[in-house]
């Protein structure tokens, strides 16, 4: 696996029909670091994805081709990187040997609004979109917003060994800080 300016199409979740689109920008041992690419050619985030979850990687497609032409309507436009996630990644030690915790530890630091999929107990793909209350080397918590819920923060308990992603300076990250901000007064950040 290398960095590479090429866009591509990395099946690392359970369900084969769900993939993620992006650049690769960097790896360590475990994990790589992907400039997340939305269905309208917009950069939606930063991802951190588990290297041993990934079962395939495609590089060419219909779908990749169309989406190239997206990107430069993006970005031509101006709107391709609404969340500023390219400075984001100017100011990453690319060269670091555990992605994982670091960026674990400084969205922990910051108070910073962050998606955390992992596997769940029944070997299916989940999510948990909120900020970290508590961090281990062993599992991290998590205060998150349910929409459907909001009479107060949840709280979820992930074990670091269950981590297949990280999503930072997302569309849904910035709409999870929103909530927080307005409905708890919660003083966290949706942006790197």
Known sequence: MQASQQLVEIHHFINPDTYSIGFIVAHDSKFCVVKSIDPDGKINGLLLINRADIYAIEEQSDYLRALVVKIELAQKQGYYDIWHVEPLIKQIDLRQINFLWTFLQSTYQQKQVLT?????????????????????????????VDDYDLSSLWTLT???????????????????????????????????
């Open 158 to 192: 992930c074990q670091l060994e269950q981590i297949n992603y990280l999503r930072l300076a997302s569309f849904q990250t910035h709409e999870h800080a929103a909530l927080m901000r307005t409905i708890f007064n919660e003083q966290v950040k949706g942006e790197g």
């Open 116 to 144: 955390i999929g992992f596997t769940d107990d029944a070997d299916l793909d989940a999510t948990v979109t909120g900020y970290i209350k508590a961090l281990t080397h062993e599992d991290v918590q998590v205060n998150y």
